[in-house]
């Protein structure tokens, strides 16, 4: 299974010194739109967002987690913004499971 992110250019740079595969994007719509082929990769397990981006299209990214169980979905902190995540949180939507 592949790590992925997708996020601004710059994080990308570092993710893919990091082993992780980088998909470089520019606004929250691009985001969304390099998305959706990532959720039909078999080679692709957990997808790391720049929360920059993602903060922006919460909504969008909640029913993408509600209809696909992978690959995971993982906010992670953008240049400017820091990822707020409560995984409790994430996995009981995904899962539709009180933890």
Same mark, same amino acid.
């Given at each position: =299974?592949?790590? @992925?992110?997708?996020?601004? /250019?710059?994080? /990308?740079?570092?993710? +893919? =010194? /990091?082993? @992780?595969?980088? $998909?470089?994007?520019?606004?929250?719509?691009?985001?969304?739109?390099?998305?959706?082929?990532?959720?039909?990769?078999?080679?692709?397990?957990?997808?790391?967002?720049?929360?920059?981006?993602?903060?922006?299209?919460?909504?969008? #990214?909640? %029913?993408? +987690?509600?209809?696909?169980?992978?690959? /995971?979905?993982?906010?992670?902190?953008?240049?400017? #913004?820091?990822?707020? @995540?409560?995984? %409790?949180?994430? $996995?009981?939507? $995904?899962?539709?499971? %009180?933890?």
């Amino acid at each position: =299974m592949r790590i @992925v992110f997708v996020g601004s /250019a710059l994080l /990308a740079d570092g993710y +893919r =010194m /990091a082993g @992780v595969e980088p $998909i470089p994007v520019t606004s929250p719509e691009e985001m969304l739109s390099s998305l959706l082929p990532l959720l039909k990769r078999e080679d692709a397990g957990i997808i790391l967002l720049d929360y920059d981006f993602s903060s922006k299209v919460k909504d969008d #990214l909640d %029913k993408i +987690r509600l209809k696909h169980a992978m690959p /995971a979905l993982i906010e992670v902190p953008g240049r400017h #913004l820091s990822a707020d @995540v409560d995984l %409790k949180s994430t $996995i009981s939507k $995904i899962m539709g499971v %009180k933890m």
